[in-house]
């Protein structure tokens, strides 16, 4: 057959779904693409994050390169007008023409917005897009009040988006609930009282009138009631349309209440025209979720290939988070079938409410509501999808268990056909292919499915499945520290923790076997120093720690070593910069500013060290620890002192935090930044920890990375005041390094941690393991301890006894050789020594 | 029979170096084995410097050695033969006598 040309409108979620499975398959297709949007397709469901502190860049599912190398035809910011059936051809606003073979529209829908008159005044605005996005946060600038229409699914998201705004943030409903789709009037009053306690302020049963200009605020809404409203600006969030336009000229069968409509094949009423995503109709219904649509996507590709499949409809279960509220709603979650019997459990003290609907003969799961708590939803859902028979008392799995442990369904009960992932469509028995097919770990599981790299809310359930599947091959992952140990570093950390072993022998006699090496010594060293912080250069320590932290100097490629101050915040004294500029040239070094905001001094032979030292400290500079596993810097901008845009001082408070962290002994090295202002001048966004100031008080980012692998730090908590911001650090900090991998910095732990930022911050900041107490009083004792080591190092005899270059000579290592490049020192190379001791000899 | 060193000198469970007729030797001082020192040529082949006596040292697979500080291959204390790759160190015969260290050599 020849090449097939195939044309796809809307370029959105879907409808690059349907391209990049096309154009994976072996299908012969030339494709074009034409999208509405200025942009190619991003990830729409995660829009909000972009109000938490993402980019929309970050969002992006493909660029226009990739499309390019797939040899995909794009456009976009063009909208397809029109569709000529009879010549094949669609014709573009901007005038171009396009022929097919076959034609899909991918079109999705728009925001509903009322007819309420005045609905068009500036400041009313709507939510979907990113374009959307800015106009929000452009009119929410400088302002102080915003208003939500729509108590919905996404009518709660965008009113979070609001208060991250900082603005106080009205829901403003027609119906007597919030979330009426998906929630029955028990979960949806709990849901209320939640949000209500968040400080957004709820309105229901109120419908808008109209809409004019305010006296205190930009818009003033009058409601039916007689009440009135003042706001800065409204967002609609009332509900979606298919965007079916195009279907209505072409003449395509349209729904009653719109949409186009499709047969399982996911054709319209031409044979040549698919329609997929959410401005399709299938059975009168629209599938507002993006699960769905992928799966019409990949139903339509087939239609293509020599095994066509059907979409035949797709659960709706959803299980979100709103304004920080877990919600769930499975299938028929307000138990609306015939002789459907419901068990309900609500706790007002904690907020949670649970309905467990369940057939008329107590065997099936019909559907569920959870607010508050959605723990028991993989159960649940697995038990819905699965038609597993239930238990005698199904009551228990919405009833707190009275020993404290949820009941849940092992992942051995699954069948085979259970869906684990809905976003790429992952069943148990795909998972299990993939580990017959070689994958030994979680990691090489999710990279060969795909599972749990969508929204991410299969990630619990995906790791019990694939533990159980490798434990009954007899797979144990490996987590041993070395040959020495079988333990991981987080379980060695309880082990000295819990016995208070402070000594190698003992440890590794106990508790391990041989004589140690080069990957476990370092590793307990480092857990010592954590919980007990003595000396690095304590006799019992010593042989434990690399070379850099033996000689507190990280040592070059000759064997030499350079010597980094601390510099708190990168503020430094003129007279300590002088010293500086003196040692380095009384001891011959080179000297360079670090990326950290400080001074390092290369070239320094063994043997002068300790003088090197002597005449810092004396200036009252202290050890940098940049040879250490530890902090290294708390980088900083000037801040409100000297900034006209800095709203907090920011250079204060990170020699505050550099002076409270230094000498924290940790899994990996540690950086910290500190802006004062969004504008970011500190990349704080790309520390481990991460601190910007806010006109109210700080916002704390969390396990950024630069270096091999970037990643943004993720935001953990918003307008902290000082002593709440150290709390929360300290806490933090202490939970990574008890249980982190040995040289694991905090990006790639998080990326590891079950649960991920949802569990962190629970731990953190709601002491979830009721562990916090014990967390900060660990890091108080190594505040309390700090000592700079190389001033009680200089002080002793005994500990200076390594730093000679030789226990018999005074003479320095023949072999360190330099020459002079733009004015300084540095290593000769073997050619250039050669010539050196050649010239010697003559 | 040349003394290089007092006992004192030595850091236990750790290396030191000594100078030999201008050759650079690594001497590690493990109180709790049977030989209780051992002596390497310092120089470390492969990074091109003289650190092997600023190494970790320890056990692989029963055999004693020592990481060089630089990109952390294994030295056999015994052998001096490297584990990952064809390099060699130069092996000292060397011994405690009371509280001397003696070069047999
Ligand atoms: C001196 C400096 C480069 C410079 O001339 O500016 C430097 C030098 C070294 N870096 Fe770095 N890094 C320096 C800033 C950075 C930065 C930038 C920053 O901190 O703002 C980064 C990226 C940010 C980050 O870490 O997230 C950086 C990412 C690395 C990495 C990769 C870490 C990673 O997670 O991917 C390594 C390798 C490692 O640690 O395993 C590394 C390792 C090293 C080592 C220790 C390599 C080694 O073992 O010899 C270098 C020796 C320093 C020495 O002898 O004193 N250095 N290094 C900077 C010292 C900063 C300071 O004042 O302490
Ligand atoms: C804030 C928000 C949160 C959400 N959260 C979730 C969630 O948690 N879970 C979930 O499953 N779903 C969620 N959704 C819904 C989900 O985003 C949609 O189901 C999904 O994006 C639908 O994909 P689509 O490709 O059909 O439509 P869209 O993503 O809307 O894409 C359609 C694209 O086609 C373009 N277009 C329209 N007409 C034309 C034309 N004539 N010519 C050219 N281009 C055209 C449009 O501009 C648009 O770019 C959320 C949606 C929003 C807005
Ligand atoms: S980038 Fe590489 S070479 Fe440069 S300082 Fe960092 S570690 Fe050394
Ligand atoms: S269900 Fe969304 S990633 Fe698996």
């Known amino acids: 057959m020849s090449q097939i040309k195939v044309v796809v409108v809307g370029n959105g979620m879907v409808g690059h779904h349907y391209v990049s499975t096309l154009a994976a398959s072996d299908i012969d297709a030339q494709i074009t693409v034409i999208g509405g949007e200025p942009r190619p397709a991003y990830d729409r469901v995660h829009l909000s994050e972009v109000f938490d502190g993402k980019e929309p860049s970050d969002l992006g599912l493909v660029t226009r390169e990739e499309y390019v190398a797939l040899g995909v035809d794009a456009h976009f910011g063009d909208f397809v007008d029109k569709i000529d059936r009879s010549a094949m051809q669609v014709i573009t606003r901007g005038g171009q023409v396009f022929d097919y073979d076959k034609l899909v529209l991918a079109t999705g829908s728009y925001p509903f917005v009322p007819p309420i008159p005045g609905n068009d005044l500036p400041h009313c605005l709507a939510y979907r897009t990113i374009d959307d996005l800015g106009e929000i946060k452009a009119s929410a600038q400088g302002q102080k009040v915003g208003v939500v229409v729509g108590g919905g699914l996404l009518g709660l998201e965008c009113a979070n988006a609001l208060k991250n705004l900082g603005l106080e943030a009205h829901v403003v409903e027609f119906a007597p609930g919030l979330m009426g789709v998906q929630l029955d009037d028990g979960g949806s009053q709990m849901l209320r009282r939640q949000i209500e306690a968040l400080d957004v302020k709820v309105h229901t049963s109120k419908a808008t009138q109209k809409i004019r200009e305010g006296d205190e605020h930009r818009l003033k809404m009058e409601f039916a009631d007689g009440s009135e409203l003042e706001t800065d600006l409204i967002v609609f969030s009332a509900g979606i349309r298919p965007y079916d336009e195009l279907a209505r000229q072409a003449d395509l069968k349209v729904g009653e209440r719109g949409g186009i409509v499709i047969d399982y094949q996911c054709k319209t009423s031409d044979e040549n025209i698919f329609a997929i995503g959410e401005c399709a109709v299938q059975g009168n219904f629209i599938y507002g979720l993006v699960a769905p649509g992928y799966r019409m996507a990949e139903a339509a590709v087939s239609q293509l290939s020599s095994e066509p499949q059907s979409f035949t409809g797709a659960d709706m279960s959803t299980k979100l988070k709103l304004l920080g509220v877990e919600v769930g709603s499975i299938g028929d979650s307000k138990g609306q079938a015939d002789g459907s019997l419901a068990f309900v459990f609500s706790d007002e003290r904690d907020a949670v409410y649970k309905r467990l609907n369940v057939s008329a003969d107590g065997r099936r799961v019909l559907g569920a509501t959870l607010v508050g708590d959605t723990s028991d939803y993989d159960t649940l859902l697995q038990y819905y999808l699965n038609e597993i028979d239930l238990p005698d008392a199904p009551e228990n799995l919405v009833l707190p268990a009275l020993d404290g442990q949820a009941p849940t369904l092992g992942a051995d009960a699954l069948p085979l056909s259970a869906t684990i992932c809905s976003c790429h469509n992952v069943s148990k028995g795909d998972l299990v292919t993939a580990i017959d097919g070689g994958c030994t770990s979680l990691a090489d599981v999710k990279g060969c499915t795909q599972a749990a790299t969508g929204c991410g809310g299969c990630a619990a359930l995906l790791k019990n499945v694939v533990d159980a599947e490798l434990a009954a091959r007899g797979m144990e992952v490996d987590t041993r520290l070395c040959e020495h140990f079988k333990q991981s570093r987080q379980e060695l950390f309880i082990i000295i923790q819990a016995t208070q072993i402070r000594d190698f022998k003992t440890l590794v006699n106990k508790y391990g076997c041989g004589q140690g090496c080069d990957v476990c010594k370092p590793a307990v060293a480092s857990i010592f120093a954590s919980l007990w912080n003595e000396h690095v250069l304590d006799a019992d320590l010593v042989p434990l720690q690399d070379t850099n932290d033996t000689f507190m100097a990280n040592m070059q490629k000759d064997g030499t070593y350079s010597v980094v101050p601390r510099v708190p915040g990168g503020e430094i004294l003129p007279e300590q910069l002088i010293v500086l500029g003196s040692v380095a040239k009384k001891y011959g070094l080179y000297s360079k500013i670090t990326g950290g905001q400080r001074v390092d001094l290369f070239g320094a032979k063994l043997n002068d060290l300790p003088n090197i030292w002597q005449e810092l400290i004396d200036a009252g500079m202290e050890t940098g620890h940049a040879y250490a596993k530890s902090l290294r810097t708390v980088k900083s901008c000037v801040g409100s002192t000297w900034c006209r845009y800095g709203v907090q001082d920011s250079a204060g408070q990170a020699i505050d935090l550099e002076n409270r962290y230094k000498g924290l002994r940790s899994p990996h090295k540690l950086k910290m930044a500190v802006s004062g202002c969004t504008r970011e001048c500190a990349e704080a966004q790309s520390k481990d920890v991460g601190v910007i100031a806010t006109e109210n008080g700080w916002n704390l980012y969390v396990c950024g990375n630069g270096g091999m692998k970037p990643r943004h730090a993720d935001l953990f908590a918003v307008d902290l005041d000082t002593p709440t911001l150290i709390r929360t650090i300290d806490r933090f900090l202490m939970f990574y390094v008890r249980t982190a991998d040995r040289l694991q910095r905090t990006s790639v732990w998080l990326e590891n941690l079950e649960g991920g930022l949802d569990y962190l911050k629970a731990v953190i900041l709601e002491d979830s393991l009721g562990i916090a107490d014990e967390l900060e009083q660990q890091m108080q004792h190594v505040v309390d301890t700090y000592q700079c080591e190389w001033r009680t190092a200089i002080n002793d005899q005994e500990k200076l006894k390594r730093f000679r270059q030789f226990i018999n000579s005074n003479s320095s290592d023949p072999n360190v050789a330099f020459v002079q490049e733009r004015g300084q020192p540095r290593p000769a190379t073997s050619a250039e020594k050669r010539r050196q001791q050649l010239k010697a000899v003559v | ?105």
Request: net charge negative; hydrophobic share 45%.
């Open chain 2, 1 to 105: 029979m040349t003394i290089l060193c007092k006992r004192s000198d030595l850091i236990a469970n750790s290396g030191v170096c000594a100078l030999h007729n201008n050759e650079q030797v690594a001497i590690f001082y493990l109180p709790d084995t049977e030989q209780k020192v051992f002596a390497v040529s310092n120089w470390d082949p492969i990074g091109e410097a003289n650190v092997i006596s600023r190494g970790i040292v320890g056990s692989v697979e029963d055999r004693l050695v020592v990481a060089s500080p630089l990109y952390k291959q294994h030295f056999c204390l015994i052998t001096g033969e490297c584990l990952e790759q064809s390099a060699q160190l130069t092996v000292y015969p060397v011994a405690l006598d009371g509280e001397h260290l003696v070069l047999a050599a």
